[in-house]
């Protein structure tokens, strides 16, 4: 589909499934090259996340674990610009080599935030993947170590993320239709 409509807006194809598909091999292949002697913890970042930490760990070559959180800071089609932890991490990770999911890096409030959640835990090491990353409304410095593809500051739907809570089942990332 060229073109979806999710409640009032309209959409445009963007990113097709393919490129997604190449983007995440490459986030697994330095992941691999990085951590695979290392027993990592995975902690994706619910909701948007969970179709690419699947995709994701289906390229890992070694073993892994996988935890969930869920943070939020959207409304709409625009940031709130306040991250509110809505479901807390249940495993350990004193010590272990952490990498956090994200759908997406914007502003890079959310990632801030979770890193210096989990920090408190006294993990060997926290690092950030991202299948998407927007660097013209990042506004963190904090470096993040596994990036997908980079994309204009754009608001997006699909391959997980959505528009008040639709969208997350297409398969291709579709750009809003400014109207």
Known sequence: MKRVKLLDKEFELSIPEADIIKAIKKVSDEIDRD??????LLICVLNGSFMFA???MKEMSFNCEISFVKLSSYEGTSTTG??????GLNEDIKGRHV????DIVDSGI???NIVEQLKKHDPLDVRVA???FKPEAYEKDMKLDYIGLKIPNDFIVGYGLDYNGYGRNLRNIYTVVDE
């Open 130 to 132: 991202t299948m998407l």
């Open 35 to 40: 951590l695979r002697d290392k027993d990592p």
């Open 54 to 56: 699947s995709d994701l």
């Open 99 to 102: 990498v956090i999911l994200e």
């Open 110 to 112: 959310t990632v801030e």
């Open 82 to 87: 306040k991250v509110k932890e809505l479901i």
